[in-house]
């Protein structure tokens, strides 16, 4: 009987790189972070962008104390300075609010946002819908009416453009 050489079984050919499961996993985490990273740089600051409500600083002065100890006689009393008043211009000359029923939700909360007001978006569409690319909504109604003062926060009501209000 004559044997035959058989040469040892090859070994199994590694999988390329796209194949194996620790390459997606790795490709996932990044896009993950990436997509995060890109949110917080580069998301939607229209509803971010909220302008600070005005701030009045009032400061008050203490009389001086006498330098030097005085008698009953020659006191005289005590004179106060001026309080000194900080206000922001916002303050001083409050603009009546714009009338933005019937525009485009993204001019108006932008024409809203530059006169200083703080602004409250809401959904008048039928079904429970959300705001999400405000430059496909139109503004039906607005709280309070144009024209009011001394008001720092606006709500508009939209709907979708192809809807009516």
Same mark, same amino acid.
């Given at each position: 009987?004559?044997?035959?050489?058989?040469?040892?079984? *090859?070994?199994?050919?590694?999988?390329?790189?796209?194949?194996? =499961? #620790?390459?997606?996993?790795? %490709?996932? %985490?990044? /896009?993950? %972070?990436?997509?995060?990273? @890109?949110? !917080?740089?580069? #998301?939607?600051?229209?509803?971010?962008? =909220?302008?600070?409500?005005?701030?009045?600083?009032?400061?008050?002065?203490?009389?001086?104390?006498? *330098? $030097?100890? *005085? =008698?009953?006689?020659?006191?005289?009393?005590?004179?106060?300075?001026?309080?000194?008043?900080? $206000?922001?211009? /916002?303050?001083?000359?409050?603009?009546? !609010?714009?009338? !933005?029923?019937?525009?485009?939700? *993204?001019?108006?909360?932008?024409?809203?946002?530059?006169?200083?007001?703080?602004?409250?978006?809401?959904?008048?569409?039928?079904?429970?819908?959300?705001?999400? @690319?405000?430059?496909?909504?139109?503004?039906?109604?607005?709280?309070?009416?144009?024209? /009011? $003062?001394? !008001?720092?926060?606006? $709500?508009?009501?939209? %709907? =979708?453009?192809?809807?009516?209000?």
């Amino acid at each position: 009987m004559s044997t035959f050489y058989t040469p040892p079984p *090859a070994d199994k050919p590694k999988k390329p790189v796209y194949r194996r =499961k #620790g390459f997606w996993i790795g %490709v996932a %985490v990044l /896009a993950v %972070v990436g997509s995060v990273a @890109n949110a !917080v740089n580069d #998301g939607d600051t229209s509803t971010d962008a =909220k302008p600070e409500p005005a701030v009045t600083v009032t400061k008050t002065a203490a009389p001086a104390a006498p *330098a $030097t100890p *005085a =008698k009953e006689e020659e006191s005289s009393p005590a004179v106060e300075e001026p309080v000194e008043e900080e $206000t922001p211009a /916002a303050e001083e000359a409050s603009e009546p !609010v714009p009338d !933005v029923v019937g525009m485009n939700h *993204a001019d108006a909360m932008t024409v809203l946002h530059t006169a200083g007001f703080l602004v409250d978006e809401e959904s008048v569409s039928p079904g429970n819908t959300f705001i999400l @690319n405000n430059s496909n909504w139109k503004v039906c109604s607005q709280s309070p009416q144009p024209g /009011a $003062t001394d !008001v720092l926060r606006v $709500t508009i009501n939209s %709907v =979708k453009l192809d809807e009516s209000c």
